[in-house]
């Protein structure tokens, strides 16, 4: 998910009875959330009724799963699966869902965990977000977001459900959204003491480097891979969002046990992804020890920091508007680089800022 989508871990309460603590507790939260720019979607809220709507069908969505997990050898069939499901009030259309089931069961993550998360009875949050993808975002009390789409012109409401990034975020000091370019691409710094979150972005981040020693070649190549990927689905506008944290000193230098690197080794058949008709070799490409935390995907440690990494916002497609817009930003900003450009020339550009600013 731009980076705002993905900012971090909430506990989401059930609301509480009528005493004076809890309620004081109960506003408490409520301020945090405010700073955090997020929003309960109560009863009042003018998304309630569709966050209803996607709870139900989502519910019966991943009761398909859990009724009938997926094997572990996937088909092209799976990466091409379509199920509609039609409600009372509504129809809703899943896609490749038994590939997700994979993904996540690979992580550990149950079906059933899953669904208690993204369809119990507490109030999804929304984020209000400056993403240029004018979606809308909204919160579980997990990790998880959901970026919601409208079409003006249609009943259609499209949506896609993902993990935190920033996840989890107790620790983290730092958060960034860098698509590669200069352009709009300074964020003014909270005050200091200020408990806002601000994320920051490129030119915020010049004169810092992710240092990783030699897990610096595999992070390389994995952006390479992704935006690749992108790049051949005409893609543009994505952002890599990248957080981080220092290391305690009993983080620093873990030795790895037998038992350690089972689990992590069995996590890690994972890191490189599964085949698809598109990229036919992609197991045998990029591998990594993944680490024996929540959200392993995302988290790669370098000597000192735990550096959070993903990469989001990856619906915009180069359409002739993205054309017009890209002449507009050339008249505009003349010698500058600016983020509506051709995806060959957004992929490289991406690249080449994480081989800058990585060592």
């Known amino acids: 998910p731009s980076a705002q989508e993905d900012t971090g871990v909430l506990q989401i309460l059930a609301p509480p009875e009528s005493e004076c603590p809890s309620e004081r507790r109960w506003g408490g939260l409520r301020q945090q959330w405010k700073l955090l720019g997020l929003f309960e979607i109560d009863q009042k809220h003018e998304f309630y009724s569709l966050t209803c709507m996607m709870k139900e ?213 994972v890191g490189s992804g599964a085949d698809t008709p598109e990229i036919p070799d992609f197991k045998a490409q990029n591998r990594r020890l993944l680490p024996n935390l929540k959200n392993p995907l995302h988290i790669i440690d370098g000597p000192e920091q735990r550096y959070f990494i993903g990469i989001i916002d990856i619906f915009t497609v180069y359409s002739f508007k993205k054309r017009l817009e890209h002449l507009w930003k050339s008249l505009r900003h003349p010698g500058r680089s600016f983020s509506t450009v051709n995806p060959q020339t957004y992929c490289l550009r991406l690249c080449q800022w994480v081989q800058d600013h990585a060592k």
């Not at 069908?57 to 088909?75: E, M, R, W």
């Not at 300074?186 to 480097?209: C, H, M, R, Y």
């Not at 893609?235 to 037998?258: C, G, I, M």
């Open 57 to 269: 069908g989502l519910a019966a969505a991943i009761q398909t799963t859990v009724d009938n997990p997926p094997t572990k050898d996937l088909s092209e069939e799976d990466f091409r699966s379509e199920v509609t499901q039609v409600h009372k009030e509504f129809t809703l259309e899943t896609f490749a869902g038994p590939v997700f089931a994979n993904l996540r069961g690979s992580l550990g993550i149950t079906e059933e965990e899953y669904q208690q998360s993204l369809c119990s009875e507490s109030c999804y949050l929304q984020f209000i977000s400056n993403s240029k993808s004018k979606a809308d975002f909204f919160l579980t009390q997990e990790h998880y977001t959901l970026k919601a789409s409208f079409s003006v012109f249609s009943s259609q409401k499209y949506f896609m459900v993902m993990q935190s990034v920033f996840y989890p975020d107790d620790r983290i000091n730092a958060r960034y959204d860098i698509k590669g370019c200069e352009v709009s691409r300074w964020t003014e710094p909270a005050p200091e003491g200020s408990q806002i979150i601000v994320v920051l972005k490129d030119l915020n981040f010049e004169g810092q480097f992710i240092s990783l020693g030699e897990d610096r070649s595999w992070l390389i190549q994995q952006v390479e891979i992704d935006t690749n990927f992108l790049q051949r689905l005409n893609v543009l506008d994505y952002s890599l969002l990248l957080a981080h944290q220092p290391l305690h000193q009993d983080e620093r230098n873990q030795s790895l046990s037998f038992a350690s690197l089972i689990v992590r080794t069995k996590k890690s058949h």
